[in-house]
């Protein structure tokens, strides 16, 4: 069975600073991996995805996340957080194996500080 | 162009009453899927849609819980004989093609309350 794992409820940063959330899975065939971002009061939003190809995807607002099979993580990154960045993020991941089910992560709030 | 929407936005219920949660997805997306969502929760799947079948049900909780997508356009969650336990977020989302690997695109949610 697919599952996926965050492990930080809250992540803080400073503005400038870089930040990690992370992501772990587990699925049986391969993954296809994907990342969501939630502002207050408006509906989740996608901000990038692996299938396949390059470990380093690139998506909005200069985000980019590592898929590293070894580890079966798929961590968010960015080089320089800006307060605006403030929001809830979730992880996601389809199976290769196991039809259109999308499974979501509980999700990690990130807070930027000015 | 317009996004999903999902109507109505909040539904106030009482315990054993009936619900009909609608869905308009993005104007030709043949792609559409149904997601609950308890506080401090991700989305959980429900059902998605390929055209005007059900392709994957297997996550409808239990024969309370149906869908429909009659003309391959807009769905209809229906929740029969509600319990407190349903209430959630519910979440309409849609995406272009069929492939597993597209990103969705989410309406705002409707919020069921069962009291």
């Known amino acids: 069975a697919q599952s996926v794992a965050q492990p930080e409820d809250q992540v803080n940063v400073a503005e400038g600073n870089p930040l990690t959330v992370k992501c772990t899975y587990s699925?049986?065939?391969?993954?296809?991996l994907f990342w969501y971002v939630q502002y207050p009061n408006r509906g989740l939003q996608f901000l990038l995805k692996?299938?396949?190809?390059?470990?380093l995807v690139k998506g909005s607002y200069g985000f980019e996340a590592e898929f590293n099979k070894s580890q079966t993580s798929f961590h968010l990154k960015k080089p320089s957080a800006l307060v605006s960045d403030s929001a809830l993020y979730f992880c996601?991941?389809?199976?290769?194996?196991?039809?259109?089910?999308?499974?979501f992560g509980a999700g990690t709030r990130l807070f930027v500080k000015a | 162009g317009a996004g999903v929407s999902q109507t109505p936005s909040n539904k106030v219920t009482e315990k054993g009453k009936y619900v009909e949660l609608r869905c308009d997805p993005i104007s030709g997306h043949t792609a559409l899927y149904w997601y609950r969502q308890s506080l401090g929760q991700g989305p959980e799947f429900l059902i998605y849609f390929q055209g005007t079948g059900a392709a994957d049900d297997s996550g409808l909780p239990n024969d309370r819980f149906f869908a429909v997508r009659p003309e391959g356009s807009v769905s209809t969650l229906k929740i029969q004989r509600t319990e407190r336990g349903d209430s959630a977020v519910y979440l309409c989302?849609?995406?272009?093609?069929?492939?597993?690997?597209?990103?969705?695109?989410f309406g705002p949610g409707t919020r069921l309350t069962v009291l």
């Open positions: 699925v049986s065939g391969n993954p296809y």
């Open positions: 989302a849609s995406s272009s093609g069929q492939g597993i690997y597209n990103e969705q695109f």
């Open positions: 692996y299938i396949t190809g390059d470990n």
């Open positions: 996601a991941v389809r199976d290769s194996t196991g039809g259109f089910k999308t499974i």
